[in-house]
């Protein structure tokens, strides 16, 4: 059962980050972590990564390698440190980090904050998705920050080509400290078909659905499974 409930989350994780540029960590990291906590980080990280070559290659044109330079700079030290919180924190408290780091995907997305992503502010944003996206899988909300005003084929092309390399990044620096194996890959193999299938149906359907309502339906299912993680994390 935790297996079907694991794809189906992945699922619809890489739908919504097909169609509006990032969602797949926000989305099922929370649950995902309560299924088997050995899935987060890095089984979504793969699963990311993953999806992330795919649309990082079909919207190619976009992509601006120039723009991402400082982000990536930023996104190393920000992994280190991630991982360093990772040898600290218990589960109970990852856990609550998970639900946090979600619902503040919330709040940004939300957010009329219009933040022009200037080199300074896009190293900023770096770091804080290297620091979270390496101790939670979630590393889109602060790039999303500075992005979510562009023009949205522009964020799914960049985000997607950032995504590549940090979760490279945070896989690579996983590794050492016993947080990315072989019994990772293992637990990723079967949610790749899922990753897959999500992308396919979001590249079929997401012209035929308004952005609003991917963006609606996308935000309640990000609170419903942050205050999941919080709640649970908070009971335990």
């Known amino acids: 059962m935790d297996i079907f409930i694991a794809i189906a989350l992945v699922f619809v994780g890489a739908y919504v980050q097909t169609a509006t540029g990032f969602g797949l960590a926000v989305i099922a990291a929370p649950v995902l972590f309560f299924v088997n906590p050995a899935l987060v980080p890095a089984p979504v990280t793969v699963c990311a990564l993953f999806l992330s070559l795919i649309n990082a290659w079909v919207f190619r044109e976009g992509v601006s390698l120039k723009g991402l330079q400082a982000a990536v700079i930023g996104r190393i030290p920000g992994s280190v440190a991630g991982a360093a919180l ?49 101790s939670t899988s979630i590393g889109g909300p602060p790039m999303a920050l500075l992005w979510q005003h562009q023009d949205l084929a522009l964020i799914r092309a960049n985000l997607a080509a950032f995504f590549v390399v940090s979760c490279l990044i945070s896989l690579i620096i996983l590794a050492p400290i016993g947080h990315f194996g072989i019994s990772h890959m293992v637990l990723s193999l079967p949610l790749l078909p899922a990753t897959l299938a999500g992308y396919w149906l979001a590249r079929r359907t997401m012209n035929r659905i308004s952005a609003r309502m991917v963006r609606l339906g996308s935000l309640t299912l990000c609170a419903v499974s942050g205050l999941y993680a919080v709640v649970s994390a908070l009971a335990g």
């Open 86 to 134: 990772l040898l600290w924190m218990d589960k109970d408290m990852l856990a609550l980090w998970i639900g946090l780091s979600v619902l503040f995907a919330v709040a940004v997305s939300l957010s009329s904050l219009r933040w022009h992503p200037t080199n300074n502010r896009m190293m900023a944003a770096g770091f804080l998705s290297g620091f979270m996206g390496t």
